[in-house]
């Protein structure tokens, strides 16, 4: 087969990958979810395994030819095991829904119950959305953050499981800027006989640098995303005790998905072992830092944020104190324009609606990768300000795209 670039068979596509890559290395990605993978995980991601199927698990496949996969593939098992201190990982869920619905398929019937955190206070789609198959497959009640305090309101969570007897109740959230009491969580699902499934999707970095709580050996399951904080390959994972293991690897194949991404299984495992390296924990506990020290900072200019402040990885901003008149989509399209890329999110007792919330949320983890320290967060913290006071002033944008510009120039990225 002779070699073609993307550019050589298709310019129009060659065009949006250069445009992305620029775009990522031009702008500063806040979107607390996204991080930048290294250039090992991308090249794993686009290596030849993209053909391979592998039905089944190492050692165990449907089809032949799956000796480099099923290497592949005990890697990321292996590195995820030592990552996280799980007995039992599945590293084959496409995304961290996919998880999600492997634990859900694995434990519960249609019908069955979830208690899960209300969206708007930082919960998932994929814990029990009406708009989610979760919400169409399962009997959802939902719990909520003291609105005053902005903390998990876990008295109230269980009053809630009481009352609702769940076959499951799911912990960790979206947006949500605090650690979390895993064991408080699981005592209410051992009083209610319930499963406990905690979703770390946006922590796992942080659980495997120990710079957060860690639900493993806690939570019966415990399942993540793995290209965000962690910034491994794409996609997502499972964790539970042995025990589990028969009903959570038949759940995720063939129970929800077919044949692996195998691609994607070379990302986690290169990424994994990225995380691995001592210079990992560094990196988590420096992108904790900065999320402290940009939210000490937005809020010196007056922005108020929900709970007071963070223990992770990102801020959740509630607008209507501070800029009453602006809402979380303006800000996020003003700061878009100069270059910091970060998004509209409801805040807990939101007074406008989902599409047009009330706040912005904005993470530390691409800014760190980056080599962003405290410093230079905090000069991120002055421009968010001076954009989200001035979103309709041209030639005040026009000056902070400039310093973005200058930020961008100076902690690189992709060559
Ligand atoms: N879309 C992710 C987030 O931004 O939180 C979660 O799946």
Redesign the pocket.
Known sequence: MSYETVRDVDPAVADALAAERDRQNDTLAM????NHVSEAVLEAQSSELTNKYAEGYPGERYYAGCENADTVEQLAIDRAKELWGAEHVNVQPH???QANMGVYLAVLDPGDKILSMELEHGG???HGHPANFTGKTYDVEQYQVDEETGYIDYDGLRETAEEFDPDIIVSGY??YPRDIEFEEIQDVADDVDAYHLADI??TTGLVAAGVHSSPVGIADFVTG?TH?TIRSGRGGIIMCDEEYADDIDPAVFPGSQGGPLMHNVAGKAVGFKEALEPEFEAYAQQVVDNAKALGERLEEHGFSLVSGGTDNHLVLVDLRESHPETTGKEAEKALEEVGIVL?ANTVPGETRSAFNPSGI?AGTPGLTTRGFDEPATREVADLISRVVDNHDDESVKAEVADEIDALTDEYTLYE
Do not use: D, P, Q, Y
């Open positions: 979107i607390a979810s996204e995304s961290g829904t998932h789609l994929s979206s947006a999707a946006h995303s965000k998004n949320r």
